[in-house]
């Protein structure tokens, strides 16, 4: 979920990895780094799009696994270990949340490791401190707590231009907001999290986006919002698969 790779300026390594990232290809886009891993910074880039692709499809947890272990193993200093130990708290997040095995324990210890090396100033930390929200909503369901780490990770991601991750910063936000029934401030959050993602280009994530958004609109809107949402869902070939459960049929 990091915005590593994000449209990639002028550098035409990682412009080709986001295409292919922002389309779901996360094995081709990884296969890009696949020379490059002897470098720590492409080695925990090429893992973060293993373990997303995890969490979006529910497989590949080996390769991911694989590709964390020689991040850990080629990371220099406290900062490249804090940023290795980051992925591994979100791949055992993901293996928890999605019902694979119960990680909990490594998620938060890994999460806890990461926020002790990393430098205040670190460029990962705004995803520490998104990654550690959703392990306080989902795997304590703790929002009080959840909410101050997505708002540390949201100035974060503004401070340092990560773009990607503010778009995950407002929706998790505007769940929040949504659960305590303030319905103006999580339609706001919701459409910001939409935006960004499809003036970005990032279309696999535009799905959840727009059935998020669902959530927070009356009818006809909140309806058409999910046939769209449908529609790419199904043209992505069924990713996210979690999404699914979210995506309920179109009343007769």
Not at 116 to 126: K, V
Not at 223 to 244: D, K, N, S, V
């Amino acid at each position: 979920m990091s915005g590593a790779g994000t449209i990639g300026g002028e550098d035409p390594l990682q412009r080709a990895i986001w295409r292919l990232r922002s389309r779901g290809c996360w094995s081709d886009a990884a296969a890009l780094l696949s020379p490059h891993t002897g470098d720590p910074a492409a080695a925990v880039q090429r893992t973060a799009l293993l373990v997303e692709r995890c969490l979006f499809t529910g497989q590949g947890w080996a390769e991911a696994e694989d590709a964390l272990r020689t991040a850990e193993a080629v990371a220099g200093d406290d900062d490249q270990r804090g940023a290795a130990a980051c992925e591994r708290g979100q791949l055992a997040y993901a293996a928890t949340v999605l019902g694979v095995r119960d990680r909990s324990d490594e998620a938060r210890s890994a999460l806890g490791r990461a926020a002790a090396l990393l430098s205040p100033d670190s460029p990962t930390r705004p995803l520490l401190d998104f990654r550690r929200g959703l392990v306080a909503e989902h795997l304590a369901d703790a929002p009080q707590a959840a909410e101050p780490a997505y708002r540390r990770a949201h100035a974060g991601a503004a401070a340092h231009g990560d773009t990607l991750l503010l778009s995950f910063t407002w929706r998790h936000l505007a769940g929040l907001a949504l659960r305590d029934g303030e319905l103006a401030e999580a339609r706001r959050g919701f459409l910001e999290s939409l935006r960004i993602r499809e003036e970005l280009g990032f279309l696999i994530g535009t799905a959840p986006a727009l059935a998020a958004l669902a959530e927070a609109e009356p009818e006809p809107e909140a309806t058409r919002l999910r046939a769209e949402a449908r529609r790419l869902f199904h043209l992505l070939g069924g990713i996210p698969t979690w999404l699914a459960a979210h995506l309920h049929p179109t009343p007769a």
